[in-house]
């Protein structure tokens, strides 16, 4: 079965480090890439998205992931982090699932940014 | 454009009663809706998808009786939790895609359901 993991459960950061969050699916087909945002309290935001062409795609608030297909992966970047990027992140992948597109998402990432 | 309201975005209810979440596609025609729960602290469960017109797809260990989805028209999805309990305290969220290359979700803002 499909499947996206993400290892990093919490992270906690100082402002103005740089963030990196690991994201791995298992599917072997065609796949479209997600991450999303979650600010404490608040809905799903879309920060970046992957469908074809560069790898390396760039998103809002200075976010950018690289989709690397020979490892299965679609880690999410950010040079200088701020205290407002405390959040959970969640990556998820579309795949084809029983007939149609479903959208598989990982345990999330809860980073916390220390000011 | 491809924004999708849900509503109510908070509902507190007793348990036993059934409760009815909206999800409307704004600007958009909906071929195929999704629900989501999420507890706290933890990702977004798939519960079913539904295609206009037709009966829902659950995921498994969905309850059917217990989570009535209708798709009746293409820009709107209703979700009923019927007889809830507080153990179906939870983040509902709901998605809709619309005929395209990429089979792209656009995510509602989430309906919170307590049962007291």
């Known amino acids: 079965a499909q499947s996206v993991s993400q290892h990093n459960h919490h992270v906690i950061l100082s402002e103005a480090a740089s963030l990196e969050l690991g994201c791995n699916y298992s599917?072997?087909?065609?796949?479209?890439l997600f991450w999303y945002v979650q600010y404490p309290g608040q809905h799903l935001q879309l920060l970046l998205k992957y469908f074809s062409g560069d790898p390396l795609v760039k998103g809002i608030k200075g976010f950018e992931a690289e989709f690397i297909k020979s490892k299965f992966s679609f880690n999410l970047r950010k040079p200088s982090v701020q205290w407002s990027d405390t959040a959970e992140y969640f990556c998820?992948?579309?795949?084809?699932?029983?007939?149609?597109?479903?959208?598989?998402f990982g345990t999330g990432t809860r980073l916390k940014v220390l000011a | 454009g491809a924004v999708v309201s849900q509503h109510p975005s908070r509902v507190i209810c007793k348990s036993g009663t059934s409760v009815k979440i909206e999800c409307r596609s704004l600007?958009?025609?909906?071929?195929?809706m999704f629900w989501y729960r999420q507890f706290p602290k933890q990702s977004l469960m798939l519960m079913a998808t539904?295609?206009?017109?037709?009966?829902?797809?659950?995921e498994q260990g969905v309850e059917k009786d217990k989570f009535l989805i209708n798709h009746a028209s293409l820009t709107l999805s209703t979700l009923t939790v019927t007889s809830a309990h507080p153990e179906d305290s939870s983040f509902y969220i709901c998605?809709?895609?619309?005929?395209?290359?990429?089979?792209?979700?656009?995510f509602g803002p989430g309906t919170r359901l307590t049962v007291l």
């Open positions: 599917y072997g087909g065609t796949v479209n």
């Open positions: 998605s809709a895609r619309f005929r395209g290359p990429y089979n792209e979700q656009f």
């Open positions: 539904s295609n206009e017109g037709s009966k829902a797809t659950y």
């Open positions: 600007d958009f025609q909906a071929t195929t």
């Open positions: 998820a992948v579309n795949a084809l699932s029983s007939g149609t597109y479903k959208y598989i």
